[in-house]
Nanobody, 126 residues
Framework: DVQLQASGGGSVQVGGYLRLSCVVS?????????MAWFRQAPGKDREAVAC????????SYADSVKGRFTISRHSAENRLYLQMNSLEPADTATYYC??????????????????WGQGTQVTVSS
C-alpha cells in the first residue's frame, strides 16, 4: 500500500520560511510516479501548489508561489520536500502531499491524484 506521511508545518511570521517533508512508502522514487503538494485554506477550494516528475525532476508551480517555493525530492530517502520562503498570510492552509503513477509526460497540477497524505497545517501571521 502507498502511504504518505507529511510533516513540517507550523506557525511563522510574514516573511518567514518553513520546509515541509513527506515520507513515502509503497513505491520508490525510481518508479514512474509524479508527486505534488496541494493546499486548502478554510472556505476555499483545494489548489495545487507544486508538482514534480520523479524520474526527470521536472517541476511545475502555481503562479502564486513561483519564486518563493521549491519542490524537491531525495530519492535515497524516498522523501519529498517543499521549501517555502517569503511566506505570506495567503499561504495559510493545510498542506497535503500526493502521488500518482505517471499518465502524461510531466507531472499534473490537476486535482486528481490517487494517493494523499494527512495534512500539515501552515499558519502565517502578520
Amino acid at each position: 500500500d502507498v502511504q504518505l506521511q507529511a510533516s513540517g508545518g507550523g506557525s511563522v511570521q510574514v516573511g518567514g520560511y518553513l520546509r515541509l517533508s513527506c515520507v513515502v512508502s509503497g513505491f520508490t522514487f525510481a518508479d514512474d510516479y509524479a508527486m505534488a503538494w496541494f493546499r486548502q485554506a478554510p472556505g476555499k477550494d483545494r489548489e495545487a501548489v507544486a508538482c514534480i516528475t520523479l524520474g526527470s525532476g521536472a517541476t511545475s508551480y502555481a503562479d502564486s508561489v513561483k519564486g518563493r517555493f521549491t519542490i524537491s525530492r531525495h530519492s535515497a530517502e524516498n522523501r519529498l520536500y517543499l521549501q517555502m520562503n517569503s511566506l505570506e498570510p495567503a499561504d495559510t492552509a493545510t498542506y497535503y502531499c500526493t502521488a500518482e503513477p505517471m499518465w502524461t509526460f510531466l507531472c499534473s497540477m490537476y486535482d486528481g491524484y490517487d494517493y494523499w497524505g494527512q495534512g500539515t497545517q501552515v499558519t502565517v501571521s502578520s
